[in-house]
């Protein structure tokens, strides 16, 4: 079945550096990826859509300078946490759906990030 | 209005109970319909899709009501372990591209 990588799994870093994580469609080209961040017990948040070729689209409250996603091909998009802060700790996730929009999306496993 | 709502959590099930869901959406042209469970701490797996013909896999069954625009989850003889948060997903194509909305999730607790 067809699988997204996310790398990396954990990464702790001090506040005011910048963090990137990576998302890989392995065996399929995704033309649409999707990042998310969850806080402890609550939903999943979409932060931004990010189509292959184009800028991404950032939903409302997500700050585009310091959460920036780079999707340059149709198998990897990253987002990179700019000058991240203790708030910025969570739980990002990335999601990536094949070129057919009737196949499911497929998350990747997900980057607990931790910020001190 | 939320173009997708689920219904409230959490549901608080005995062991061996049937247990439904439903997730509405707002949009009639929306065209693919999934749901997905979230154990905690950990990414959503896709669960099933669901078909206008409805698609059953063991105790889960899916269904798609486009008149009405809700899709449902049925699970039967609910187990321990099916304890986790469920997200329907609707995907509808815009523009030439993918428009993702889910739900925020409906939490079971299955107890024995």
């Known amino acids: 079945g067809a699988v997204v990588s996310q790398h990396p799994s954990r990464v702790i870093c001090k506040s005011g550096t910048s963090v990137k994580i990576e998302c890989r469609s392995l065996?399929?080209?995704?033309?649409?990826m999707f990042w998310y961040r969850q806080f402890p017990k609550q939903s999943l948040m979409l932060m931004a859509t990010s189509n292959e070729g184009s800028k991404a689209t950032y939903e409302q409250g997500v700050e585009k300078d310091k959460f920036l996603i780079n999707h340059a091909s149709l198998t990897l998009s990253t987002l990179t946490v700019t000058s991240a802060h203790p708030e910025d700790s969570s739980f990002y996730i990335c999601s990536a759906i094949p070129r057919f929009y009737n196949s499911p999306l497929h998350f990747g496993n997900g980057t607990r990030l931790t910020v001190t | 209005r939320k173009e997708v709502e689920q219904d409230p959590g959490p549901f608080n099930v005995p062991e061996g109970a049937t247990v439904a869901f439903n997730c509405t959406y707002s949009?009639?042209?929306?065209?693919?319909f999934f749901w997905y469970r979230q154990d905690c701490r950990k990414e959503p797996k896709l669960l099933m899709s669901v078909y206008s013909s409805g698609n059953e896999d063991g105790r889960f069954t899916a269904q798609l009501n486009r008149a009405s625009q809700y899709i449902s989850l049925l699970i039967r003889d609910s187990k321990l372990s099916d304890s986790a948060t469920y997200l329907c997903v609707v995907i509808t194509r815009e523009g030439g591209y993918n428009k993702l909305i889910f739900g925020a999730g409906t939490r079971l607790a299955v107890h024995p």
């Open positions: 065996d399929f080209q995704a033309t649409t």
């Open positions: 949009n009639s042209a929306s065209q693919s």
